[in-house]
T-cell receptor, first 118, second 114 residues
Framework: AQKVTQAQTEISVVEKEDVTLDCVYE???????LFWYKQPPSGELVFLIR??????QNEISGRYSWNFQKSTSSFNFTITASQVVDSAVYFC???????????????FGKGTKLSVIP | ETGVTQSPTHLIKTRGQQVTLRCSSQ?????VSWYQQALGQGPQFIFQ???????GRGNFPPRFSGLQFPNYSSELNVNALELDDSALYLC?????????????FGPGTRLTVT
Protein backbone atom coordinates (compact mmCIF):
# COMPACT_ATOMS: atom_id res chain seq x y z
CA ALA A 1 0.00 0.00 0.00
CA GLN A 2 1.09 3.53 -0.65
CA LYS A 3 1.00 6.28 1.92
CA VAL A 4 1.85 9.96 2.04
CA THR A 5 2.29 11.79 5.34
CA GLN A 6 2.27 15.54 5.72
CA ALA A 7 2.83 16.00 9.41
CA GLN A 8 2.32 19.77 9.40
CA THR A 9 -1.39 20.48 9.44
CA GLU A 10 -1.11 24.28 9.48
CA ILE A 11 1.78 26.71 9.22
CA SER A 12 1.73 30.48 9.60
CA VAL A 13 4.60 32.68 8.49
CA VAL A 14 5.14 36.38 8.08
CA GLU A 15 5.56 37.63 4.54
CA LYS A 16 9.11 37.32 3.18
CA GLU A 17 9.99 34.46 5.51
CA ASP A 18 11.11 31.14 4.06
CA VAL A 19 8.96 28.10 4.76
CA THR A 20 9.45 24.37 4.22
CA LEU A 21 6.58 21.93 3.84
CA ASP A 22 7.42 18.36 4.73
CA CYS A 23 6.34 15.22 2.89
CA VAL A 24 7.22 11.63 3.75
CA TYR A 25 6.03 8.74 1.60
CA GLU A 26 5.83 4.96 1.69
CA UNK A 27 5.74 2.66 -1.32
CA UNK A 28 6.96 -0.79 -2.32
CA UNK A 29 7.33 0.20 -5.95
CA UNK A 30 10.86 0.61 -7.27
CA UNK A 31 9.68 3.20 -9.76
CA UNK A 32 7.28 5.86 -8.62
CA UNK A 33 6.39 9.50 -9.09
CA LEU A 34 5.96 12.30 -6.59
CA PHE A 35 3.92 15.43 -7.06
CA TRP A 36 3.11 18.67 -5.31
CA TYR A 37 -0.20 20.45 -5.82
CA LYS A 38 -1.48 23.79 -4.51
CA GLN A 39 -5.14 24.28 -3.62
CA PRO A 40 -6.14 27.93 -3.17
CA PRO A 41 -9.48 28.81 -1.53
CA SER A 42 -11.18 28.54 -4.93
CA GLY A 43 -10.71 24.77 -4.68
CA GLU A 44 -8.94 23.93 -7.93
CA LEU A 45 -5.80 21.84 -7.51
CA VAL A 46 -2.86 23.43 -9.30
CA PHE A 47 0.01 21.19 -10.43
CA LEU A 48 3.41 22.44 -9.23
CA ILE A 49 5.96 19.70 -9.87
CA ARG A 50 6.53 16.03 -10.71
CA UNK A 51 9.61 14.10 -9.64
CA UNK A 52 10.57 10.60 -10.84
CA UNK A 53 12.03 8.19 -8.32
CA UNK A 54 15.10 7.61 -10.48
CA UNK A 55 15.96 11.30 -10.61
CA UNK A 56 17.12 12.64 -7.27
CA GLN A 57 18.22 16.02 -8.49
CA ASN A 58 16.77 18.86 -6.55
CA GLU A 59 14.85 21.45 -8.48
CA ILE A 60 14.39 25.18 -8.21
CA SER A 61 11.70 27.17 -9.96
CA GLY A 62 11.70 30.82 -9.03
CA ARG A 63 10.91 31.06 -5.31
CA TYR A 64 10.03 27.36 -5.15
CA SER A 65 12.48 24.54 -4.55
CA TRP A 66 12.11 20.83 -3.91
CA ASN A 67 14.40 18.49 -2.02
CA PHE A 68 13.94 14.82 -2.91
CA GLN A 69 15.78 12.34 -0.66
CA LYS A 70 15.17 8.71 -1.45
CA SER A 71 17.18 7.56 1.58
CA THR A 72 14.68 9.17 3.93
CA SER A 73 11.62 8.81 1.64
CA SER A 74 11.06 12.54 1.75
CA PHE A 75 10.11 15.14 -0.83
CA ASN A 76 10.10 18.52 0.87
CA PHE A 77 8.98 21.80 -0.64
CA THR A 78 10.47 25.17 0.23
CA ILE A 79 9.06 28.59 -0.59
CA THR A 80 11.62 31.37 -0.37
CA ALA A 81 10.54 34.91 0.52
CA SER A 82 6.90 33.90 0.96
CA GLN A 83 4.12 36.13 -0.32
CA VAL A 84 0.47 36.49 0.66
CA VAL A 85 -0.51 34.85 -2.65
CA ASP A 86 1.24 31.69 -1.48
CA SER A 87 -1.51 31.18 1.11
CA ALA A 88 -3.19 27.89 0.21
CA VAL A 89 -3.35 24.22 1.09
CA TYR A 90 -0.43 22.28 -0.36
CA PHE A 91 -0.68 18.58 -1.12
CA CYS A 92 2.05 16.07 -1.70
CA UNK A 93 1.02 13.03 -3.78
CA UNK A 94 2.49 9.70 -4.87
CA UNK A 95 1.83 7.46 -7.84
CA UNK A 96 3.18 3.96 -8.36
CA UNK A 97 4.74 2.44 -11.43
CA UNK A 98 3.02 0.86 -14.39
CA UNK A 99 1.92 -2.36 -12.74
CA UNK A 100 -1.17 -3.73 -11.08
CA UNK A 101 -4.41 -2.26 -9.98
CA UNK A 102 -4.16 1.12 -8.33
CA UNK A 103 -0.98 2.08 -10.09
CA UNK A 104 -2.68 4.93 -11.84
CA UNK A 105 -4.11 6.60 -8.82
CA UNK A 106 -2.60 9.53 -7.04
CA UNK A 107 -2.34 8.96 -3.30
CA PHE A 108 -2.50 12.29 -1.53
CA GLY A 109 -1.39 13.41 1.89
CA LYS A 110 -3.84 15.31 4.07
CA GLY A 111 -2.32 18.63 3.08
CA THR A 112 -0.61 21.51 4.84
CA LYS A 113 -2.46 24.78 5.14
CA LEU A 114 -0.05 27.67 4.70
CA SER A 115 -1.03 31.14 5.83
CA VAL A 116 1.26 34.00 4.90
CA ILE A 117 0.60 37.06 7.04
CA PRO A 118 1.33 40.48 5.58
CA GLU B 1 -6.44 27.62 -15.87
CA THR B 2 -6.03 23.99 -16.90
CA GLY B 3 -8.75 23.69 -19.53
CA VAL B 4 -10.54 21.03 -17.48
CA THR B 5 -14.13 22.02 -16.84
CA GLN B 6 -16.72 20.53 -14.50
CA SER B 7 -20.44 20.99 -14.10
CA PRO B 8 -22.36 21.83 -12.10
CA THR B 9 -20.36 23.98 -9.67
CA HIS B 10 -22.61 23.26 -6.72
CA LEU B 11 -25.34 20.74 -6.13
CA ILE B 12 -27.70 19.95 -3.28
CA LYS B 13 -29.36 16.55 -3.16
CA THR B 14 -31.42 14.55 -0.71
CA ARG B 15 -30.32 11.25 0.77
CA GLY B 16 -31.31 8.34 -1.47
CA GLN B 17 -31.30 10.38 -4.67
CA GLN B 18 -29.00 9.90 -7.64
CA VAL B 19 -26.57 12.46 -9.07
CA THR B 20 -24.53 12.87 -12.26
CA LEU B 21 -21.43 15.05 -12.41
CA ARG B 22 -19.72 15.99 -15.65
CA CYS B 23 -16.17 16.69 -16.71
CA SER B 24 -14.58 17.89 -19.93
CA SER B 25 -10.93 17.00 -20.28
CA GLN B 26 -8.15 19.23 -21.50
CA UNK B 27 -7.49 19.18 -25.24
CA UNK B 28 -5.14 16.33 -26.16
CA UNK B 29 -5.85 14.33 -23.00
CA UNK B 30 -7.40 10.86 -23.24
CA UNK B 31 -7.54 9.93 -19.56
CA VAL B 32 -9.89 11.16 -16.85
CA SER B 33 -9.64 10.43 -13.13
CA TRP B 34 -12.19 11.24 -10.46
CA TYR B 35 -11.46 12.08 -6.83
CA GLN B 36 -13.57 12.76 -3.76
CA GLN B 37 -12.29 15.36 -1.30
CA ALA B 38 -13.99 15.58 2.07
CA LEU B 39 -13.61 18.77 4.06
CA GLY B 40 -10.12 19.08 5.53
CA GLN B 41 -8.83 15.95 3.78
CA GLY B 42 -6.76 15.13 0.75
CA PRO B 43 -8.47 13.89 -2.41
CA GLN B 44 -9.34 10.19 -2.51
CA PHE B 45 -9.14 8.32 -5.82
CA ILE B 46 -12.48 6.99 -7.08
CA PHE B 47 -11.61 5.62 -10.53
CA GLN B 48 -9.91 6.37 -13.81
CA UNK B 49 -11.06 6.08 -17.42
CA UNK B 50 -8.68 5.58 -20.31
CA UNK B 51 -10.04 5.45 -23.86
CA UNK B 52 -13.58 4.86 -22.60
CA UNK B 53 -12.65 1.94 -20.31
CA UNK B 54 -12.33 1.94 -16.52
CA UNK B 55 -8.71 1.00 -15.80
CA GLY B 56 -8.33 1.57 -12.09
CA ARG B 57 -10.64 1.93 -9.10
CA GLY B 58 -10.18 3.05 -5.53
CA ASN B 59 -12.00 1.86 -2.43
CA PHE B 60 -15.46 3.08 -3.37
CA PRO B 61 -18.68 1.01 -3.55
CA PRO B 62 -20.35 0.07 -6.85
CA ARG B 63 -22.94 2.81 -6.45
CA PHE B 64 -20.16 5.07 -7.70
CA SER B 65 -19.97 4.51 -11.45
CA GLY B 66 -18.72 6.38 -14.46
CA LEU B 67 -18.53 6.74 -18.17
CA GLN B 68 -16.11 8.18 -20.65
CA PHE B 69 -17.27 9.33 -24.08
CA PRO B 70 -15.48 9.25 -27.45
CA ASN B 71 -14.47 12.89 -27.01
CA TYR B 72 -12.88 11.84 -23.66
CA SER B 73 -15.32 13.80 -21.53
CA SER B 74 -16.60 11.87 -18.55
CA GLU B 75 -19.46 11.45 -16.10
CA LEU B 76 -19.49 10.36 -12.49
CA ASN B 77 -22.75 8.84 -11.27
CA VAL B 78 -23.58 8.23 -7.65
CA ASN B 79 -26.70 6.27 -6.72
CA ALA B 80 -28.49 6.04 -3.39
CA LEU B 81 -26.77 9.12 -2.00
CA GLU B 82 -25.64 9.07 1.61
CA LEU B 83 -24.83 11.98 3.90
CA ASP B 84 -21.14 11.01 3.81
CA ASP B 85 -21.11 11.56 0.05
CA SER B 86 -21.09 15.30 0.74
CA ALA B 87 -17.73 16.45 -0.61
CA LEU B 88 -15.87 18.25 -3.37
CA TYR B 89 -15.65 16.01 -6.43
CA LEU B 90 -12.62 16.66 -8.57
CA CYS B 91 -11.97 15.53 -12.09
CA UNK B 92 -8.45 15.38 -13.53
CA UNK B 93 -7.30 14.76 -17.07
CA UNK B 94 -3.94 13.55 -18.37
CA UNK B 95 -2.29 12.43 -21.61
CA UNK B 96 -2.21 8.81 -20.55
CA UNK B 97 -3.02 6.44 -17.73
CA UNK B 98 0.53 5.68 -16.71
CA UNK B 99 2.35 6.81 -13.61
CA UNK B 100 4.45 9.60 -15.06
CA UNK B 101 1.74 11.72 -16.54
CA UNK B 102 0.72 14.86 -14.70
CA UNK B 103 -2.93 15.14 -13.89
CA UNK B 104 -4.57 18.51 -14.38
CA PHE B 105 -7.58 19.20 -12.21
CA GLY B 106 -10.83 20.99 -12.81
CA PRO B 107 -12.45 23.40 -10.34
CA GLY B 108 -14.60 20.67 -8.79
CA THR B 109 -18.26 20.14 -8.02
CA ARG B 110 -19.36 20.75 -4.44
CA LEU B 111 -22.03 18.18 -3.57
CA THR B 112 -24.13 18.56 -0.45
CA VAL B 113 -26.39 15.70 0.61
CA THR B 114 -29.11 16.54 3.12
Amino acid sequence: AQKVTQAQTEISVVEKEDVTLDCVYETRDTTYYLFWYKQPPSGELVFLIRRNSFDEQNEISGRYSWNFQKSTSSFNFTITASQVVDSAVYFCALRGDYSGAGSYQLTFGKGTKLSVIP
Amino acid sequence: ETGVTQSPTHLIKTRGQQVTLRCSSQSGHNTVSWYQQALGQGPQFIFQYYREEENGRGNFPPRFSGLQFPNYSSELNVNALELDDSALYLCASSRGGGGGHEQYFGPGTRLTVT
